[in-house]
């Protein structure tokens, strides 16, 4: 019984996230990312995302890049976690097509 509450609840956070939620994103990435960035490049530590030259220049490699620092940073993600932080910072800064 508590297995499939368990699957269904799994089934429905998946579907729900399968072009990334950038709200569960935003919690995610001010959770394991902002304070290294704020470290870094001070203010909120968004001027990150929004500098010129900036490294990230289409969602592929915002992609790849989401997953390097989150594996760098032992969060663990699962991919759909990874996807909800690409959302977030695409919808707020990149806003790649
Ligand atoms: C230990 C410090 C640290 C942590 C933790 C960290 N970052 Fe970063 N991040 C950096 C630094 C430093 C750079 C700039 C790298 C450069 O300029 O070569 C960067 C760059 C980036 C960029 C590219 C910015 C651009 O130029 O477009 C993205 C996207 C990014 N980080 C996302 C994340 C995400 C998502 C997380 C959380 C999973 C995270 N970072 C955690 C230090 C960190």
Known sequence: ???LVLMS???VATSASAAGD???GKLLHDERCVSCHVE???GDGSK???RSPRLINN???LAQRVA???AMTGAKWFPEEEADVVAYLNQQFY???
């Open 22 to 24: 950038p709200k569960a």
């Open 1 to 3: 019984m508590r297995f």
């Open 40 to 42: 870094k490049f001070g």
């Open 59 to 61: 969602k592929t490699a």
């Open 95 to 97: 806003k790649f097509k």
């Open 48 to 50: 990150i995302y929004t």
């Open 9 to 11: 609840l799994l089934a």
């Open 68 to 70: 390097m620092c989150a």
